[in-house]
């Protein structure tokens, strides 16, 4: 079967931009986009399904109704042109256990499908993992793009909050939320932009706080979308509260947890 | 070779249900059907084999004859329609190694054969971990349906001690038992009923109680199936015998052994 | 690539059969077939090479010259038949991994090969764990048979210190040992017999006593082998000194290490 | 996808020769040939591109632009022939989980793009684990090569600190450095030679004083390779004097670390 992507809504696309945000890290990306899909108005509509043998065997029951596990693709339009969010309860499995071929053909499926629907631009969210660092200030947004136009043409924005890294470092991007961008530009020249809110990977309930950081940006990135975001200001607040109260509390002690390390590494083995 | 299937008896089948229990949580399906077949008068017949290059690379030897492990499809033919169990000692590992493609191949070579020989209706029966609350009453049986009519249609029956989730909660079913009537429905358009006893995952060596509940079920599902469940209703009593005085014994402990949390996630990861 | 047998020696075979000795427990059947392409006069020659991407992906350097892993085919030519020996290294690995597909391509294409230039009978050698109980008597060997007639056949030869499980319990046998006869007798109709020495899996570096309780049976199957059984016998009188030396060693201790169960079981999962 | 190359610079090759330097023990070989890479002068050219679904599923961002992660093969012509260098941040992964396909499947593509392209001769720089002994002396370098005449060719050019293992023992090299040379003279009949530097596999940041031994041995091999050893050398003295400091803060203890032993086995299972 490898990756299928069903399509429920038969429409004719303006100039769509494709928005994915699956889980990782913190769960940044999916909070962020799954906000997207359930606080846009009017609601945005269910445009296909994605379905793949390299999802967990396993079906998801609601309501006792049980659906094989798949992402889906949501509508949302606006007066000018056709948003697309990624959404879903799963990407191939990331672990040590090398079956990277799944992610290729995951990334390469949606990648060949957004050409073939006219997607010129990709957008994927994610977390970036910085460890305790999380806690110490509000998070900001990495930027990394598929190439230097479109870099360029992003820091002519003059966005706040959003940062490309401007030293030689090498930084390792893991998951859909690179390779679909990387694979996109190098296969169909779609242009992509990995928007990545600063989190802690320990957060594996999610960082809403981080998710809300990139919402705002979106919200200056596409001025037609308009977006409440009291409910994700709520999240955030109570997780930055637990944040502080977290941190007083280390201060306390003499012996503060490990920093993990953020996953950037020169050498990948 | 992936899934290949060998029928063994040529007949032409008269409306026939598929009915299928492999080992999994607590064996509660695998007891279950394997009770059938052995005690179902005449005794079914074997109609197929059913083998795989994803079951494990070993052999059985019985009576020091050896031979290739496989599943095995039994036909049971009442007055009215002929009944099909799938029954054997594996399906496609499930670890956390992704095989993915392992389940999806087998679901979709069992769904489409039982589409060729006429199968409208598939079972599945499982067990469904639910911890040490396992301990405390007679185990339930959880129904969940490929879809809303055969739902209604099931409901209609008022088959006592079966229930169906009525909230929003996601459950996930992992297995061919979720995912062979998943990929029925959706491949081959064959309705589908997985029945799953409430168990605890604990129980490695089988829980016949919970698998009783399920044959009670199925013999008010299908009328003209007569069964003597006697022998299971005696293993059954030792099973709820040796709990009640574990429940007591823990009741006795200041430290009762930590909940296994049920299988339920609203994020896969 | 798979698995692939290049022949060295072109030859036409006189009614062969084929010997397989490959790593497993114990080491039982690789000692075996090892000595016998080892001490066989005159010696065995090279037959065939079989290399498979299913083997480790590693070199073996022998004098600094590098030769990817590989097993052999040794071909002994007695003045009424020839034998067949594989051996090597490897066989396809067996872990907690799913890579069924692996094992069941190479017993596959093995056995095939075996159809097309002609063998009729398949035997491998193999370790059989009893644990501890290895310790305490001569180790026995226990057959299995593709078929009724083969294993009529080969009881017609009262064989001493050979036997078969009589009962109807499930003996499972992993890796090719079983499954390569297995796979025979389905695809291609060769009867194979599977010889397993008694032995414990504790025994990572080899069992020679196990090896030669094989052997003596081997040449009283197949009379015109002769062997000098000198040097296995020595090596063998080694082990089991040592064992008797620890069986008395655990005697003076009170607490005995566990017995580790043999690989039999009625349910795989 | 599996392994693609991506030409970049078209070129008709002189009489090349491939040398390959992917991370493995103690990164010897990565370091040798990235040295190589960086220090030629003039500076060798970016010729090709290796991308491979069996690489991780991952991108690399450098000043914020994200590349899929791939090994690169750079051409340096001196006045008689050209020089083509593999480098890179990966080969396939090594581990407990068996997926010896992938390190076929790249070791064969490579090799037959070898091929195509004119070369007759593969080098592979590695390390060999020593394990403790690394700290006693210089390392020396370990020397196979894919065939007698290759093995002879080499002898002949009486090059010191480099030796051949003579005794009849196995040596198992795992991963492309032995997989390469060893496809490649299986499959395209390209002779191969591959030097190891003695090294410590702890030394998981790299061993740059082992990789110095084994450009010193390059730089005699090919003569018309001009190459400035100092800032190698200045590593390699600071990797030499904290080996030194260590040993001597060894020597004082009672327990020294355990020996780990090198990678040679008879069996490999």
Redesign the interface.
């Known amino acids: 079967?490898s990756t299928k992507i069903d399509i429920i809504l038969k429409k004719k696309l303006r100039n769509p931009v494709l928005i994915a945000g699956l889980?990782g890290i913190g769960?940044v990306g999916?909070i962020a986009v799954d906000y997207l899909v359930s606080e846009l108005k009017p609601k945005p509509i269910l445009f296909a399904k994605v379905y793949s043998?390299?999802?967990?065997?396993?079906?998801?029951?609601?309501?006792?109704?049980?659906?094989?596990?798949h992402d889906e693709l949501y509508i949302y339009s606006s007066k000018t042109r056709d948003y697309l969010f990624l959404v879903g309860?799963?990407?191939?499995?990331?672990?040590?256990?090398?079956?990277?071929?799944?992610?290729?053909?995951f990334?390469?499926s949606i990648s060949s499908f957004a050409k073939k629907i006219g997607v010129k631009e990709i957008y994927t969210f994610a977390g970036l993992n910085i460890g305790d660092q999380r806690m110490k200030a509000k998070p900001k947004v990495?930027?990394?793009?598929?190439?230097?136009k479109t870099?360029a043409n992003f820091e002519k924005k003059k966005i706040t909050n959003v940062y490309?890294?401007?030293?030689?470092?090498?930084?390792?991007?893991?998951?859909i939320a690179?390779?679909l961008?990387?694979?996109a530009y190098?296969n169909n020249k779609i242009s992509?932009i990995?928007l990545m809110g600063e989190t802690d990977s320990k957060l594996t309930y999610g960082d809403p706080a981080s998710a809300k950081e990139i919402l705002e940006i979106t919200l200056k990135l596409f001025p037609d979308l308009k977006l409440d975001l009291k409910s994700i200001l709520e999240s955030a607040k109570k997780i930055e509260e637990s944040f502080s109260k977290m941190a007083k509390d280390i201060e306390k002690m003499n012996q503060p947890p490990k920093d993990e390390t953020p996953t950037r590494n020169?050498?990948?083995?």
Request: proline share 10%.
């Open positions: 079967m889980p769960l999916k043998d390299s999802f967990p065997p396993a079906v998801h029951a609601k309501n006792s109704i049980l659906e094989i596990i309860p799963v990407q191939p499995a990331l672990g040590n256990v090398p079956n990277s071929q799944d992610h290729y053909e990334s390469e990495a930027c990394v793009t598929s190439d230097e870099k490309f890294d401007k030293d030689n470092k090498d930084t390792l991007i893991s998951g690179g390779l961008p990387g694979v190098q992509g990995c020169n050498y990948i083995r």
